[in-house]
């Protein structure tokens, strides 16, 4: 992508924050760096490098509508599930624009592994951290996703999408400090490339975030519980 062409993502996507098709956009073209560093992080650990060796692709087990349904209440998997039918969510159309974006990289190159993984575990870290998939939450997720990755295309996202509530009128939620707080809990957290995601599934999410040192997101959760009750409001007046 050249920098005309990531221009014009990044206005695309200060419209409309939840265009995932845009954010990978971004991702692909700034983000090859970071990918690098961590695919080498991974590789100066025992776990990590295990990790890399063997490049286990998510896709196929997040695909699985009986793998996905068979988890107990209160497990990292049965809220990943939760989630993804409450947001109408689907992996394999992640991984759609992901390839799309990724093209030019051969499959079986390790960086493209990483990214790959890297999109696959996106929606599990939205579930870990408790940030939703509307705009805000999007957004602090990029916060916390930079503290992790030092992904470029997170960072650009967060500074333009800041530039542009500093000229809003009015605010009413502190929403660069949402951002803030999601980069500290980021950099808090344990770093979470090191973890079995297929294992990790099975094991409770409260046992799960303290393994991981992952803090809830204090200043985000009020923003979030006036979104549910505006939309459980709307869905009222349809029905």
Known sequence: MNNNSTISSLKILLKNPEDTN?????VSSLDRKSIKRCYEKLLKSDVGGEIAYNRKELLERLSDESWIN????????????????????S???????YETNFSEISKLHPHNWLARHLTNI??????????GANSMGETALLAFTFAQTGSRGA????????????????RKYPFIKIFLEGYTNGKKASWLLLEDYEKMMREPIE????????SKPTLYLPFAAKLKKIKRKKSAVLC
């Open 22 to 26: 845009q954010v990978f956009k971004l």
């Open 70 to 89: 068979g988890f107990e209440e209160g497990t990292v998997g049965w809220h990943y599930n939760k989630f993804i039918k409450e947001e109408q969510l």
């Open 91 to 97: 992996c394999k159309e992640l991984m759609t624009i």
């Open 122 to 131: 996106h929606d599990i870290w939205h579930v870990l951290t408790g940030y």
């Open 155 to 170: 960072l650009a996202i967060n500074i333009a999408t800041t530039f542009k509530i500093l000229r809003m009128k009015n």
């Open 207 to 214: 046992d799960v975030r303290k393994r991981l040192n992952i």
